[in-house]
T-cell receptor, first 110, second 114 residues
Framework: TQLLEQSPQFLSIQEGENLTVYCNSS?????LQWYRQEPGEGPVLLVT?????EVKKLKRLTFQFGDARKDSSLHITAAQPGDTGLYLC??????????FGAGTTVTVRA | EAGVTQFPSHSVIEKGQTVTLRCDPI?????LYWYRRVMGKEIKFLLH????????ESGMPNNRFLAERTGGTYSTLKVQPAELEDSGVYFC????????????FGPGTRLTVT
């Protein structure tokens, strides 16, 4: 079983602040994905990172894949209440099977 | 285009009863996956269909779980008999291709076994 550990488990910040969520593993993944899940819905893919050291930006969200392809981070700049949700990382070691972290619940207060 | 749909959204059953969950993938998606999240734990892979064939069922907890995808369209996941530890949220996902293709998730079915 490939274990992905996310930290922190919960994060509550004020609107306008920055936040970082971490995803760490002892295993190497061929790619790593970040999802966001809202109550009553399934996870929705935000980004896929493939290359070690890769950095991807999606508006105010910055995703980084570690050089060794074992860890990743999600950084949100100037968080807004609409960023509130459950953020999940998932590693892909073969063509299809996803191994998920337990998730980070982010709350952005107005 | 309709997304992945799951039915029911919630199910509450007693221990020992049978429950059948249904998943309708996105039209044209040959790949269908079942995942489960039990309380406080991460989402875990259960199994993977390509069309009507089971490609990988390594994540199925035990033989009380039976997944089918007759005709390669919708899929059902039956739990018989249900146990307390089966409670959780069951997600279905589908993708167009197997390798590296994005998996689109349904809203999940919340199963509570009392």
């Amino acid at each position: 079983t490939q274990l992905l550990e996310q930290s922190p488990q919960f994060l509550s910040i004020q609107e306008g602040e920055n936040l970082t969520v971490y995803c760490n593993s002892s295993s190497v993944f061929s790619s790593l994905q970040w999802y966001r899940q809202e109550p009553g819905e399934g996870p929705v893919l935000l980004v896929t990172v493939v290359t070690g050291g890769e950095v991807k930006k999606l508006k105010r969200l910055t995703f980084q894949f570690g050089d060794a392809r074992k860890d990743s981070s999600l950084h949100i700049t100037a968080a807004q209440p609409g960023d509130t949700g459950l953020y999940l990382c998932a590693g892909r070691s073969n063509d299809y099977k996803l191994s998920f972290g337990a998730g980070t619940t982010v709350t952005v207060r107005a | 285009e309709a997304g992945v749909t799951q039915f029911p959204s919630h199910s509450v059953i007693e221990k020992g009863q049978t429950v059948t969950l249904r998943c309708d993938p996105i039209s044209g998606h040959d790949n269908l996956y079942w995942y489960r999240r039990v309380m406080g734990k991460e989402i875990k892979f259960l199994l993977h269909f390509v069309k009507e064939s089971k490609q990988d069922e390594s994540g199925m907890p035990n033989n009380r779980f039976l997944a089918e995808r007759t005709g390669g369209t919708y899929s059902t996941l039956k739990v018989q008999p249900a146990e307390l530890e089966d409670s959780g949220v069951y997600f279905c996902a589908s993708s167009q291709e197997t390798g590296g293709s994005e998996q689109y998730f349904g809203p999940g079915t919340r199963l509570t076994v009392t």
